[in-house]
């Protein structure tokens, strides 16, 4: 694969994010600075108010840094315009929130494909349809297409939540303690399915986890405490299997 190795895919350089509340001003993340690279499954592991929310918002572009740089392929998208990033966002990135409800009225399908309510796909050969019963099929949840949430278990429930993320064909998925609800079974179907799509399709998965276990099926771990990068750890067992 050609890939411009001077260039990462993402990095932040000195990104700090202080929030003003009316007691006074909060640090989430201070003097954090990492690169990560398409087909990269990166955990952040911390203890509650460490900062993983922050931080993965910051890469999404759903908040700016206060101090520092974020930069995606090159192009500073912590200056662009909100309006800029609006097409920026829905072209790069998905999101998978922990307590990702789809909504009720919709069926399976009807939720995977609901990001094209709000857009329409661009440069897309082939029926979108088609593709989002692909995709939920390759989730294991072939028998589920035209079930209604209500209907689903926990973990069939986020493993909607990653078919609604893979329609978009994002370079990046960012997820944000995506097994926190889950049985062992669904953890680790959810972080062997971002190990199998950041390999077969190049994407860079970030996602938060309190869960060792799951971490340690990423590429790398990178420990945050008090908003502070503690280190970063590069998984040996790769890919790894308990
Ligand atoms: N919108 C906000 N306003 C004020 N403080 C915030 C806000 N978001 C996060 N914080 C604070 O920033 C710190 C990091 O929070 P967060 O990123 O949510 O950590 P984590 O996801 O690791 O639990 C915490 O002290 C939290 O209270
Ligand atoms: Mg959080």
């Given at each position: 694969m050609d890939k411009n190795n001077s260039t990462p895919f993402l990095e932040l350089r000195e990104v700090n994010k202080t929030f003003s509340l009316a007691s006074g001003q909060v640090t989430?993340?201070?003097h954090i600075s990492l690169t990560i690279e398409k087909g990269e499954l990166v955990a952040l592991v911390g203890p509650s108010g460490s900062g993983k929310t922050t931080l993965l918002n910051i890469i999404g572009s759903l908040d700016r840094p206060s101090k520092g740089e974020v930069i995606l392929e090159g192009i500073r998208i912590d200056m662009l315009s909100e309006e800029d990033l609006v097409h920026f966002r829905r072209e790069k990135f998905s999101f998978i929130f922990q307590?990702?409800?789809?909504?009720?009225?919709?069926n399976v399908l009807e939720n995977t494909l609901l990001p094209f309510n709000f857009f329409k796909p661009k440069n897309r050969n082939g029926n979108i349809k088609d593709e989002g019963i692909e995709i939920i099929k390759s989730l294991g949840l072939g028998h589920r297409i035209y079930h209604m949430p209500s209907q689903l278990s926990g973990g069939e429930i986020q493993r909607v939540a990653i078919a609604r993320a893979l329609i978009t064909h994002p370079a990046m998925i960012l997820a944000d303690e995506p097994t926190a609800n889950l049985d062992r079974d669904n953890r680790l179907f959810v972080i062997d399915t971002f190990r199998k799509l950041s390999k077969e399709k190049d994407i860079a998965v970030v996602f938060s986890t309190h869960d060792l276990e799951v971490a340690n099926r990423a590429d790398r771990i990178v420990h945050l405490k008090d908003g502070v990068f503690l280190k970063d750890e590069i998984i040996s067992c790769n890919p790894c299997r308990v």
């Open positions: 989430a993340l201070e307590d990702a409800k789809p909504l009720r009225m919709l």
